[in-house]
């Protein structure tokens, strides 16, 4: 992923819609790693694993994407990116999604705000196991939660969430 800022990024996204669940692990270029742990209820952790045992919270009503978050979205036809023929939607304004027009897997996003992401693998049904959806016992530590500075989030968390805020037009 290039961010907005130009820095790079891996994100290992994992969803588990069924369960109302997201998990972001992102290892940004000569970085620290963060993770970001989003539930459906709108709760949201996003922390570090090493020594300084950094971690904040979140509440958005939004909650995770939902599957059909395309709804409402512009078709744009078909474009070939990163060797494969896509079908592309533009939604809002804000973003631009390709799927592989064989697979119907994701290949690319991008964002108004100039952030994009390359889908490097995509594999439906792995699924991460129970014990690695639970954010560490520190984020739940209030006397840390104060000592601790707020964790700079990824830009594609916010706007994923305000393209998942754009209403639905109805069809009567």
Not at 32 to 60: A, Q
């Amino acid at each position: 992923m290039n961010s907005s800022k130009g820095l790079l990024q891996i994100d290992d996204l994992w969803y588990d819609f069924p369960n109302g669940r997201n998990f972001n692990i992102i290892q940004n270029q000569l970085g620290r790693k963060l993770y970001s742990l989003e539930w459906n209820n709108g709760t949201s952790y996003y922390y570090t694993l090493d020594s300084d045992k950094v971690c904040s919270s979140k509440h958005d009503p939004v909650g995770i994407l939902r599957p059909n978050w395309l709804d409402g979205a512009n078709y744009l036809g078909q474009q070939n990116k990163d060797g494969f023929l896509c079908n592309v939607w533009e939604k809002a304004d804000i973003v631009w999604y390709y799927e592989d027009v064989i697979t119907k897997r994701p290949v690319y996003w991008s964002f108004d705000t100039g952030t994009i992401a390359h889908f490097m693998t995509f594999e439906v049904g792995r699924i991460l196991e129970d014990p690695n959806w639970q954010a560490p016992v520190y984020c739940f530590e209030e006397a840390n939660q104060q000592k601790k500075p707020a964790l700079e989030l990824p830009a594609t968390l916010n706007m994923m969430r305000q393209v998942q805020s754009i209403p639905i037009p109805m069809v009567l």
